[in-house]
């Protein structure tokens, strides 16, 4: 089974054993362990300059960390605080569960702490508490503190049970990623066979779901795209095609169509102003060498295309870059 983070009975984080790239160093401050010092109209004008920010009700951090952190560690930190309020013990579900085990997830992160409750409970979504009454029959879970949260596994088949199709991909393949550091979370083995042990409403969708998704796909983006160009009518591709150049210069392609010979990369401008590539180097030569490694490239394929996250916003756009590419496609323009 996956380790993932402790958490203390007094709700903070006594250790974290996922990968340091997932871990989010946001410190909070709560209210009611500072009532001596909490001076309201003080905090309301930190507030609105943005010296301090409301994670939750009656929790705080600062501005500064706040902005340097993840959508996915903004939510982490929102799940431990939401948790750390609840009266009764419960299971950390969907969207919570795949923010602590680091499961990102396209699209907005929902403003709630998600449970999973017995059928019977009677107990109702409210607030900042969002309940699934599906009964917790075969619902695998380890422990949280004083509450309990789905493994993985479970947590990547609730979202292919629930989301919509691209959305429901994108978190299946961040579970079964084999290039996380620490290896995947868990398998599309380990997830289909919790499918066939405890059917329930969703199986369906779920079942597409595991049939496309890939243990290869990096981020959420590229599974996005990845949906997008069969939804599109473009012929089935690979993910991250591995190919070695004339020059001996090993590159990797988001997307490869075999049939088409044509090669696909999606890349955000941050990647020229990405630390990564240390402050050596500026803007301008990482450019200058990532045009070198394009030009590479096309001298070994038939096509090329490049998209910019921001297109796959607008399916029309991806159509009109790819088929004036010469990629063909099945379908008219959307």
Known sequence: MPRGPCVGEGGGVTSLLLPPSAVGPVQV????????????????????????????????ARGAEWARATPLERHRVRVVEIAHRLHAPGVLSHSSAAAWWGIDLLGAWPAVLEVTTARASGGRSRGDVRR???GLEGVERVPFGRHEITTPAQTALDLARSLPFAKAVAAVDQAVWTGRPGGPLTTIEEIE??????????????RRVLGFASTLAANVRE??????????????????????????????????FPEDDHWLELDGRGKYLSPQFGPERDPGLIVIDEKNRENEIRREVRGFSR????DLDDPSRVYDILTGDGLRSRLPRP
């Open 29 to 60: 401050v709560r209210r009611r362990d500072q009532l001596d010092r909490v001076d309201d109209r003080r905090l309301a004008r930190s507030l609105r300059a943005g010296e301090w920010v409301r994670v939750t009700a009656d929790v705080f």
């Open 132 to 134: 699934h009454a599906f």
């Open 193 to 206: 066979e919790l499918h066939r042990e405890a059917p329930r409403r969703g199986n369906v969708r779920a």
């Open 223 to 256: 599974s996005e795209l990845r949906v997008l160009v069969m939804a599109l009518g473009f012929p089935p591709p690979r993910v991250q095609e591995r190919r070695v150049l004339r020059s001996g210069r090993l590159v990797f392609g988001d997307l490869y």
């Open 307 to 310: 998209l910019e996250p921001a």
